[in-house]
């Protein structure tokens, strides 16, 4: 018997199924995979469709409430503020009228450190009634504090310490609320924090970290990631993220072992130790620095 | 098939000792190696993979009347990745706390060879209630085994169980490696086949002096 034989021989026992199957069971099958598939399909999105605005809103709560804990001694934490005419230009596209658009471009072009700032002057140049309407239009367009590490939209804010807050009490007369407002008297930069993104082994890291004014990291705060349990997870711990704490950017280097100037890995997690430190962290770092070096002028905002 | 004739009781208990996913079958070997370093990991695993588990019981067996057998692979396979999604979509919206703890678990098992073995093992042949009994069963056997490794590699590793500190002195630093794993799955299942062995002699030595 020859191997040719042997061949066919296991081919037929095999593929007896197989040979049977004619043009219409073919059909049968590929219409009841595809069914099946579009039904799943239509499922995930209907479950997508319903959560990811909560997801997104859940998200963004737990990003702002991180935020308040990374300079607990800064009285305030903003994005920052400008008019420039690539925002100009997209207000436009947003559908506000032309004569508010005029004056827009009339105004100077210089800094502001908080929405509130932003929104007063805004609202003593233009007026208050057409700030107020297109307020939520104006806020997004001119917010200049955003920046897209791997593609992705992250942000930055200044942290400031007032020389003194002054507490305004206003009572609503007629509902006989108390209302609270606070100013700051002489705000001072006393550093700034910055949103990024790191490529791990298994997802994108997001996280926050502050730095003081001489650009050297304060703290850093995991936001979301999904690297491995056990290994990679261990990037949210305390342990690792003091490692950062006090690093300058030539330091935010990743060393396999004991280390007293640079950043010791996780053992098993090299990979998430670097996408956390070399990655978001230093890149981040580097933004800030690049962006904000010798502060944000004094005078160059109100 | 013979599990067809064993009560739902009995398709339990046989997920947790005689077809015992990790220590019997030695499917999702993985997992056990991967997230048994501490207790609290292990724990979650488990969890996740018991709700999971039954969910794909029970779909699978919903369905199979209607899934050509021809396609059933990549059926199952969408059918656990769809879950995993789902699960994983609604913790994140509805249950955050919930989702902090456990929501990297969940995505992990997509992969796990136990769900999709006893999809195509039991759940395609057999009644809704028969094979949700048998999810909840592989799914307690699969947390317990999750637990015993690695309640002994915590305890061992890092002298600690779920996060507190309980004995001190030197850990066997390697018991909380990959390595430790290995020794930790392996001495284990010796032991149950051990247990096994004797439980078996006892059997046979009451049986002739009757």
């Given amino acids: 018997m020859s191997l040719e034989d042997v061949h066919c ?130 806020l997004k367009s001119f ?24 507490v305004k009490k206003t009572t609503d007369e007629k509902t006989g609320e108390v209302k609270e407002e606070k100013e700051c008297i002489g705000p001072q930069d006393i550093g700034y924090i910055a949103e990024g993104f790191g490529k791990g082994y298994s997802s994108y890291i997001n996280l926050l970290v502050s730095v003081d004014k001489d650009f050297t990291v304060k703290k850093i705060s995991i936001l979301h990631h999904a690297e491995t349990p056990g290994l990679g997870d261990e990037i949210e711990k305390d342990y690792f993220l003091k490692r950062f704490e006090n690093k300058s950017v030539d330091n935010l280097v990743v060393v396999k072992g004991e280390t007293k100037d640079k950043v010791e890995a996780i053992s098993g997690a090299t990979i998430s130790s670097r996408a956390v430190t070399e990655d978001a962290v230093r890149n981040g770092v580097k933004m800030l620095k690049e962006k904000l070096s010798g502060g944000v002028k004094d005078g160059s905002h109100s | ?80 990745a769809g879950y995993v999604s789902i699960i994983d979509m609604t913790m994140a919206a509805w249950a955050r706390p919930v989702y902090k703890q456990i929501g990297l678990y969940i995505q992990l098992i997509v992969a796990f060879a136990s769900i999709f073995a006893r999809a195509e093992v039991f759940a395609v042949k057999n009644k809704v209630v028969s094979s949700v009994c048998d999810g909840v069963g592989m799914g307690i056997g699969f947390l317990l085994a999750m637990i015993i490794i690695s309640f002994f ?42 247990v096994d062995m004797k439980l078996a002699e006892r059997k046979a030595a009451t049986e002739t002096t009757e």
């Fill in chain 1, 143 to 166: 917010k200049i504090s955003d920046w897209y590490p791997h593609k992705k939209h992250a942000e930055y804010y200044v942290a400031q310490k007032c020389a003194e807050v002054k």
């Fill in chain 1, 9 to 138: 021989k296991t081919e037929f026992s095999k593929g007896d199924a197989g040979a049977k199957m004619t043009a219409k069971d073919m059909l049968k099958i590929t219409v009841n995979l595809v069914v099946i598939y579009i039904i799943g399909g239509l499922i995930l999105a209907l479950v997508y469709a319903t959560t990811s605005p909560i997801m997104f809103k859940k998200g963004e709560e737990e990003k702002q409430a991180a935020l308040k804990t990374m300079m607990p001694e800064a009285d305030t934490i903003s994005a920052i503020y400008q008019i420039t005419d690539d925002s100009i230009k997209s207000v436009r596209n947003e559908g506000v009228p032309d004569d508010v658009i005029t004056q827009l471009k009339n105004l100077s072009k210089e800094w502001f450190i908080g929405k509130d700032k932003f929104l007063g002057f805004l609202q003593e140049k233009i007026g208050t009634e057409k700030s107020n309407q297109y307020e939520s239009i104006f």
């Fill in chain 2, 153 to 194: 590699r915590e305890l061992f590793g890092k002298g600690a169980l779920w996060g507190f500190p309980i004995v001190s002195g030197n850990p066997l630093l390697i018991m909380v490696l990959p390595a430790g794993g290995f020794f930790a799955v392996g001495l284990l299942m010796g032991f149950f086949n051990w």
């Fill in chain 2, 1 to 80: 098939m013979a599990h067809i004739h064993k009560s739902n009781w009995e398709l339990i208990k046989n997920g947790i000792f005689a077809e015992n996913t990790i220590f019997r079958m030695a499917i999702s070997l993985c997992p056990s190696i991967a997230v048994t370093n501490s207790l609290k990991n292990g724990f979650f695993m488990g969890v996740s993979v018991i709700f999971v588990q039954v969910m794909v019981n029970l779909t699978v067996s919903l369905i199979r009347n209607f899934v050509n057998p021809k396609i059933r692979i990549p059926i199952f396979m969408m059918v656990i």
